[in-house]
């Protein structure tokens, strides 16, 4: 089988950590990013993360050649607005395969001016305002004619406040408020065989553009969707993935806002329903024949913030208690045991220290993890657990506050209580 070395680019927007979850697990796909040498989540979740000049940089081209030709990279995956049309129109002076549909999709759909104009007769734009004269009606919207995220995006109330935001430099487009529902219709199309994946998911809660709340749409809808897809496939060209958005008007119409020829971040929606849209554009791009399966579900997603980190604890052991730290309440710590695997991917030494009362291999066989240990070390109630590690390069976690200070104040080892572990999970593998 082989192996695709996919550099993501850039790995740390939404888009791109999505491109990430949905090929982190794939047995053919080895994962790199790229991105500008600035603070951003691509280095906590890629094992391999370079930085490159920006776009706008004379030098861009020079510096992603040079991690392209040392990698050995077979596919570039765009993972924002402005670097899809960069690597588009750059194409043939960039030394790996770029996931992408055709420049000219690329081109219309990076503008709205340019979106609107050509499917103005086919298909329910919202009303295009020329100037503030022509405005009959408020609020109205504003947004730039090239913009992504709902970024510098206004509802205007009045011809005051519309002066006083066209006063910037910023292109904008007037267009009518839409106040109802919207929509996000997920695509995937073939070179060969056209449009063969479409169904819609309601952005219920958006942030910054970003949509944090996303629930299933009925078949009707996806019917009506399909339709649109249909006229929007005819005049554009599409290669794999790709959306469009739709909201209503005061009246309860659909209206396009946009289109986008790349992954979009919330298509978890529908990746965790069997589409997973970053993959099968790798295949669509090596003519793979594809065949989709999905679990057609009713759905909610809610997404939030996630926390990663970065630190300096070496180790090679982990002593771990097991009453209320590895089992707690008759369950299992979940998170607890995502890391104890990690360590046993690892190679790190896992030590079980626990004052357990009654026959403990009965105990850890109810649970089933018995054979996770290197050892058990059974203790006395009145034993001090300080006295049993022997391990150097080690760490500690237990729920006992009184264990754990006397640990540290002994051996000077970290010391974690569950509360903590998740600063030890490393998702770079």
Sequence with gaps: MKLYKVLVFPGGTEIGLEIYNALCSCKDIQLYSVGLDMSNHAPYVFKNHFSIPSIHDPAWIDSLNKIIIENNIDYIFPAYDDIVISLAINAENIKAKIISSPLETCLITRYKSKTYAMFSTNLPIPKIYRSL?????????????????????????????????????????????????????????????????????????TKSGISMNSRSTNNSSNEFFLNYAKLISEKLTFYGAWFFQLKKDKDGNYKLLEIAPRIAGAMAFHRVQGINFSLLSIYEQENIPIEIITNKLDLELDRALINRYKHNIEYKTVYVDLDDTLVINGKLNLSLIQFLYQCVNNNKKIILLTKHTGNINNFLEKYRIKYIFDSIIQIDKSAYKANYILEKNAIFIDDSFTERKSVNTKLSIPTFDSSMIEMLLDYKG
């Excluded at 709902?150 to 005051?160: F, L, P």
């Excluded at 935001?165 to 106040?179: A, G, R, W």
């Excluded at 199309?189 to 449009?195: A, E, F, I, K, Q």
Aim: a negative charge; proline letters at 4%; glycine letters at 6%.
């Design 133 to 205: 004269d022509e405005i009959d009606y408020f609020p109205v919207f504003i947004k730039p004619d090239k913009g992504q995220g709902s970024q510098d995006t206004h509802i205007v109330y009045n011809k005051q406040h519309l002066s006083l935001v066209l006063s910037k430099s910023q292109e904008y487009i007037i267009t009518e408020y839409l106040p109802g529902d919207e929509y996000t219709i997920d695509c995937f199309s073939h070179r060969h065989t056209g449009l063969i994946f479409c169904r819609g998911r309601q952005r219920v809660r």
